[in-house]
């Protein structure tokens, strides 16, 4: 069982441990704390469906901030089952911030990790687009690729890990629908690789085939592009 899977039958305890522990001086807190525990399942889990989506938890340290929130979230539990006296419930509010502590913490790491993921793999798509609207026939998917690349563009604003995990599954799915397109529409596998390098600004004169230069001719394009030196 991962961690993960242990968090997931886990939080099902929280609301019920809380439930048992209403007494003496801490109930009013105890009570905000029950409220808080009822809404934090359904973050949360988003929250590991964007980790995992994202690749976050390829890096060590950010996988660490995940593993942060498990073993929290475990010793919350095993506090809150066991709670008998007012010091135990103290105790386990002092361990619920710690609890919301780590959450809030990954949240801002996978957002910006989102973010910087977002802008190397959507933003080139905006210069695509805009790459495409100057080629005969290819205006509209033009058009749909730099409104895409808009759209990638918000995803970084969400604020609820429950929105950014909609925003990212609608991003893949339109990306794909995209491709699509584009291998219907530019049926040259070839051309389509020259003209996803020339909108990352990686294309070299060592993409510009016979096939390409016929292509580009034929979209009367070829004087809307110039060879330009590396810096050395």
Same mark, same amino acid.
């Given at each position: 069982?991962? %961690?993960?899977?242990?968090? &997931?039958?886990?939080? %099902?305890?929280?609301?019920?441990?809380? &439930? *048992?522990?209403?007494?003496?001086?801490?109930?009013?807190?105890?009570?905000?704390? $029950? *409220?808080?525990?009822?809404?934090?399942?359904?973050?949360?889990? $988003?929250?590991? +469906?964007?980790?995992?989506?994202?690749?976050?938890? @390829?890096?060590?340290?950010?996988?660490?901030? !995940?593993?942060?929130?498990?073993?929290?979230? !475990?010793?919350?539990?095993?506090?809150?089952?066991?709670?008998?006296?007012?010091?135990?419930?103290? @105790? $386990?509010?002092?361990?619920?911030?710690?609890?919301?502590?780590?959450?809030?913490?990954? @949240?801002?790491?996978?957002?910006?990790?989102? +973010?910087?993921?977002?802008?190397?793999?959507?933003?080139?798509?905006?210069?695509?687009?805009?790459?495409?609207?100057?080629? %005969?026939?290819?205006?509209?998917?033009?058009?749909?690729? &730099?409104?895409?690349?808009?759209?990638?563009?918000?995803?970084?604003?969400?604020? =609820?890990?429950?929105?950014?995990?909609? $925003? !990212?599954?609608?991003?893949?799915?339109? =990306?794909?629908?995209?491709?699509?397109?584009? *291998?219907?529409? !530019? @049926?040259?596998?070839?051309?389509?690789?020259?003209?996803?390098?020339?909108?990352?600004?990686?294309?070299?004169? =060592?993409?510009?085939?016979?096939?390409?230069?016929?292509?580009?001719?034929?979209?009367?394009?070829?004087?809307?592009?110039?060879?330009?030196?590396?810096?050395?």
């Amino acid at each position: 069982m991962t %961690p993960l899977d242990e968090l &997931e039958t886990l939080l %099902p305890r929280l609301r019920p441990a809380v &439930e *048992q522990a209403r007494f003496g001086q801490g109930l009013s807190k105890f009570e905000n704390a $029950a *409220q808080s525990i009822a809404s934090v399942a359904p973050e949360l889990d $988003a929250l590991f +469906e964007v980790a995992l989506d994202t690749g976050f938890l @390829k890096r060590e340290s950010d996988a660490g901030l !995940i593993d942060d929130i498990v073993v929290t979230a !475990i010793e919350l539990a095993e506090i809150l089952e066991g709670a008998r006296t007012d010091g135990d419930v103290e @105790k $386990a509010l002092a361990h619920f911030d710690r609890f919301e502590s780590r959450i809030s913490s990954a @949240k801002v790491s996978i957002k910006r990790h989102w +973010e910087r993921r977002a802008a190397d793999e959507f933003e080139p798509l905006r210069g695509y687009g805009r790459l495409l609207q100057r080629l %005969p026939g290819l205006e509209l998917l033009g058009a749909e690729y &730099e409104t895409f690349a808009d759209s990638a563009k918000r995803s970084v604003a969400s604020e =609820k890990m429950s929105d950014l995990r909609t $925003a !990212i599954a609608s991003l893949n799915s339109r =990306k794909a629908e995209l491709e699509a397109e584009r *291998q219907r529409q !530019i @049926k040259h596998e070839t051309i389509g690789d020259f003209l996803n390098a020339l909108a990352q600004n990686s294309a070299t004169l =060592k993409d510009l085939s016979p096939e390409v230069l016929d292509w580009l001719n034929e979209q009367e394009a070829l004087a809307d592009f110039r060879i330009e030196p590396v810096a050395l």
